[in-house]
């Protein structure tokens, strides 16, 4: 039968797709931990969009110890002393967004309400620590924004970060949904590679370090959601698009059910 299902779930990705967090958030307490830790490394915006290849801020910090230092980063502390770096990384990074120093991209809360006030089912897919994600919410959108979404998948609760699929497969299996009842918003390469690898379709929204990035395939790839007055510009499918990334599109791009 030529029925297709509805899509009645949105999973999102959260650097880069909620909010540009990489150049002045991530980055800047990666920076903060080394100079606390008395390293003599520093990552510069160029540099860090380079190591962005590499996605978990440990796996990050392991892969640039590897490449300046082979044989201090085959010490079996070296494990111990990214943790460690890490966890104070995070902890300048939750500070950081706390302060405010990060807010959402243009349209994000207003699809996330729509979707929201649709009975659309909402989950979140992330290489990010936990941490990260309550905190970023919890300042840009208000203590109540968690209870936005039925599943949080985050960090190291899959052994493998994007572009391996498995924290697409970990929502899914929480939701007890099917990839084709659902469509997922990336940002990166990495993060497209997974959600298609988990069997999804995505919306692909570009930012500062990733928009040069090939999403051939990609159900959409957008300069963001779009804003009245503020339209998003790209391609759906294979046509030049231009717009407000809204429930009426969704639908009519990918079945998105309301
Ligand atoms: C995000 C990441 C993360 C962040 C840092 O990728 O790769 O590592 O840069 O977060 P994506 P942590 O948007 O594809 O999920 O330091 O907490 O890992
Ligand atoms: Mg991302």
Redesign the pocket.
Same mark, same amino acid.
């Given at each position: 039968m030529g029925m297709q299902c509805k899509r009645e779930a949105l999973i999102f990705?959260?650097?880069? %797709?909620l909010a540009e967090t990489?150049r002045d958030g991530?980055r800047v307490a990666f920076n903060q931990a080394f100079a606390e830790a008395g390293l003599q490394w520093h990552w510069d915006v160029e540099t860090y969009g380079r190591l962005?290849a590499v996605?978990?801020?440990?796996e990050?910090m392991l892969h640039y110890w590897q490449q300046i230092d082979p044989q201090g980063a085959r010490d079996p502390r070296a494990i111990e002393t990214v943790a460690e770096l890490?966890r104070r990384?995070?902890a300048h990074y939750v500070r950081l967004v706390d302060e405010g120093a990060i807010g959402l991209r243009p349209g994000v809360r207003r699809l996330l309400n729509e979707a929201h006030a649709a009975r659309l089912r909402l989950a979140i897919a992330? %290489?990010?620590?936990p941490e990260?994600v309550v905190a970023l919410l919890g300042a840009t959108m208000g203590r109540d924004a968690l209870a936005l979404f039925e599943v949080i998948g985050a960090?190291d609760v899959v052994p493998r970060k994007?572009p391996d699929p498995a924290i697409y497969t970990w929502v899914l299996e929480h939701m007890h949904l099917e990839p084709s009842q659902c469509l997922a918003f990336e940002?990166?390469r990495?993060?497209w590679l997974a959600a298609r690898a988990a069997g999804l379709d995505a919306i692909v929204t570009t930012g500062a370090y990733t928009a040069e990035e090939s999403f051939e395939g990609a159900l959409a790839h957008l300069d963001g959601l779009g804003e009245p007055g503020e339209p998003a510009i790209g391609r759906v499918r294979e046509d030049a698009w231009s717009g407000i990334v809204d429930l009426d599109a969704l639908s009519d791009w990918a079945r998105v059910q309301t």
């Open positions: 990705d959260v650097d880069g %797709t990489e991530h962005l996605t978990g801020g440990k990050r890490h990384k995070t992330t %290489t990010t620590t990260n960090g994007k940002d990166s990495n993060g």
